[in-house]
């Protein structure tokens, strides 16, 4: 392999390690909530969108790839647009890669946000905590059933408290209710991306909610917690209520799988490639609803 050749494939390596297909699962959530509650469009909105749209994720699912190397040797997912099969000569690089990138954006946000909102610094230590929390030996919440879930959510929920709260936002309960539906769809999310993963996991010996639960009963728990969300999103402004109705195509992608066996669970990576799509989908409606909302307001 030519030193050309080694280096795009390092490149490529580093950049599929991020999961580009979820790059605008976090960056979105930011810019959204600064968006709407400033009204405008500034340094601080530039700097964090590009920060949670791919250092973020390369620190997040870098780290990731690079402590589950082992179990990824097991799991036929890897190698893809759904996580890189990281080799280990690659793995202090795309470390480094993710802090370089993202240190002086951080310190960026601290700069131009920070000193009018001093808890927006607290959201983003607790956002960051959790990216590498969930990952990194002797914590591994990864490693902790319904810790685990937790965690996730806060990597996708956080970007959007972050935002709100580095913009000023007031806190009401329709904006409590908000952020609980979205917390609960991440849940569900991480709980329902896990049960694919039962028997690779456990030959690794990782401990996850799926593990721990079982296949089929986390399936069901990743339902009732869409369910929940969409209840919850009742309860916002309008026309936020209507965004309730995006819940049901995840209980639709999840609902056959709701009596998986563990021995099958593999097969619920059916559901999880329509679960990708879905969020493009939901994105983009979630964009016209905050767009009427902003119209409404």
């Given amino acids: 392999m030519s030193e050309a050749h080694g280096t795009a494939w390092k490149a490529r ?17 930011f810019a959204a909530g600064y968006v709407v509650t400033t009204g405008r469009v500034d340094a601080l909105l530039i700097v964090g969108t590009l ?118 936002a007031a806190v009401d309960p329709a904006l409590i209710a908000l952020l609980t539906a979205f917390f609960f769809w991440g849940m569900a999310s991480h709980a ?28 069901r728990l990743a339902m009732t917690l869409w369910a929940l969300a969409g209840l919850l999103m009742l309860a916002t402004d309008w026309p936020g209520p209507l965004a309730a109705i995006l819940v049901l195509p995840y209980i639709w992608a999840a609902f056959p799988y709701r009596s998986v066996t563990d021995a099958g669970s593999a097969a619920a990576n059916g559901g999880w490639k329509r679960f990708l799509w879905l969020n493009f989908v939901s994105g983009f409606l979630v964009t016209m609803l905050l767009i009427a909302w902003v119209v409404l307001a």
Avoid: C
Wanted: aromatic share 10%.
């Fill in 13 to 29: 390596q580093v950049v599929l390690s991020s999961r580009p297909l979820s790059w605008i699962n976090t960056a979105f959530p």
């Fill in 51 to 168: 920060f949670f749209l791919i250092p973020y994720n390369l620190l997040m699912y870098g780290i990731n790839d690079v402590f589950d190397y082992e179990s990824d040797l097991r799991n036929p997912r890897k190698g893809g647009a759904e996580g890189a099969l990281l080799d280990p000569v690659l793995h202090r690089l795309v470390i480094g890669a993710g802090i370089v990138s993202a240190a002086p954006l951080v310190a960026a946000m601290l700069v131009l946000g920070g000193a009018g909102h001093p808890s927006s610094w607290i959201v983003l230590a607790i956002s960051l905590f959790a990216v590498a929390a969930y990952s990194v030996p002797k914590l591994r919440f990864k490693e902790r059933p319904l810790i685990d879930s937790l965690t996730s959510s806060t990597h996708f929920v956080s970007p959007a408290v972050y935002g709100l709260a580095v913009a000023g």
């Fill in 192 to 219: 329902f991306g896990a049960v694919q993963d039962v028997e690779p996991d456990r030959e690794a010996r990782i401990h996850s909610i799926a593990t721990a639960f079982g296949a089929a009963r986390t399936v």
